[in-house]
Nanobody, 127 residues
Framework: VQLQASGGGLVLAGDSLRLSCTPS????????MGWFRQAPGTEREFVAA????????GYADSVKGRFTISRHNARNTVYLQMNSLTPEDTAVYYC?????????????????????WGQGTQVTVSS
């Protein structure tokens, strides 16, 4: 099973990017999924999560109102729309799948509770 994350790049502050995560090897249409990010020298941090139906979402305070997570189960793809990017958003972004706990604010923020991870896509925001 692999999670292919794409859509990263180098942008200017205030620009937008849309990341995509497409699994291969199995479908995750019944699984909660999330996005995390990690900047050099820092811990991996939670960004956003979505339950299997797409009706429930959760966000880190630092991205709330700027980022939107969504999913298209027929395409087996999860998206992260990132608007109003700032240099503080610079990081490698990872998608994660198969949250092995209930979809709650406590659980979906814990990277250790996801069974599958993508290879990451670099997002660099220049001022």
């Amino acid at each position: 099973v692999q999670l292919q994350a794409s859509g990263g790049g180098l942008v200017l502050a205030g620009d937008s990017l849309r990341l995509s995560c497409t699994p291969s090897g199995r479908t995750f249409n019944r699984d909660s999924m999330g996005w995390f990010r990690q900047a050099p020298g820092t811990e991996r941090e939670f960004v956003a999560a979505i339950d299997w139906s797409g009706l429930k979402t959760g966000y880190a305070d630092s991205v709330k109102g700027r980022f939107t997570i969504s999913r298209h189960n027929a395409r087996n793809t999860v998206y992260l729309q990132m608007n109003s990017l700032t240099p503080e958003d610079t990081a490698v972004y990872y998608c994660a799948a198969n949250l092995r706990a209930s979809f709650s604010s406590t659980n979906f923020r814990q990277h250790s509770l996801y069974n599958y991870w993508g290879q990451g896509t670099q997002v660099t925001v220049s001022s």
